[in-house]
């Protein structure tokens, strides 16, 4: 099984809509990221978590919101999407020591 | 803020051929620079990873070459295969609790058979 999951892998919903992506990892790290990925933009953060009770804003943190559950799960939420929140989103993981990290999957994010 | 260049942004190469990719960094305070391979339809995985005290670092046909100096890194793959093709990303990291990382904007690299 993947270490780290995220759902669901494609969305296609409405300008306004609420939309919950979620992120689970079973490799026990403590530290959990977002990421949105466009064309010639690379990857950029999005929210970060060092724990459940730790929660800091990205550089594009702007019309999302984040929940740490629980140390495996980390969801984000667009409290009401709009078409340029269109995107790939990358949910990724590193231990304490920080240095590498592991993505999921990705979610193909679609606002029409 | 770190801000990281990368070029080229696409990159067309025979099979058997070598390829280069570049980065840049802007902070002289980041200290750890992994490159990361996605293939598509998934998410990046890191390949290759080097520290500021390190010139150069080999893994069997990938090696990464850091010049602190001049602020730049780069990802070298010889003997080029299909499988290579994907996007690659460069990163860079700054020391201390957090590392937060900044990314390169990626090369999509095309190995043709």
């Known amino acids: 099984d993947a270490d780290v999951t995220q759902t669901p892998r494609n969305r296609i919903t409405k300008t306004g809509k609420r939309i919950m992506l979620e992120c689970s990892q079973t490799?026990?790290?403590?530290?959990m990221y977002w990421y949105r990925q466009d064309p010639g933009l690379g990857l950029r953060l999005i929210y970060y978590s060092f724990d459940v009770k730790d929660i800091n804003k990205g550089e594009i943190s702007d019309g999302y919101s984040v929940s740490r559950q629980a140390q495996a799960k980390f969801s984000l939420s667009l409290e009401s999407a709009i078409p340029n929140q269109t995107a790939l989103y990358f949910c990724a993981t590193s231990d304490l020591r920080g240095g590498t990290q592991y993505f999921g999957p990705g979610t193909r994010l679609t606002v029409l | 803020g770190e801000n990281v260049e990368q070029h080229p942004s696409t990159l067309s190469v025979q099979e058997g051929d070598s390829a280069v990719i570049k980065c840049t960094y802007s902070?002289?305070?980041?200290?750890?620079f992994p490159w990361y391979k996605q293939e598509l339809g998934k998410g990046p995985q890191l390949i290759i990873d080097?520290?500021?005290?390190?010139g150069e670092k080999k893994d069997q046909r990938i090696a990464v070459t850091l010049n602190k100096t001049a602020k730049h890194f780069s990802l070298h793959i010889t003997e080029t295969q299909p499988e290579d093709s994907a996007v690659y990303f460069c990163a860079a990291s700054l020391g201390g609790g957090y590392q937060k990382v900044t990314f390169g904007t990626g090369t999509k690299l095309q190995v043709i058979p």
């Open positions: 080097i520290r500021s005290n390190v």
């Open positions: 902070d002289s305070a980041s200290n750890y």
């Open positions: 490799k026990g790290h403590d530290r």
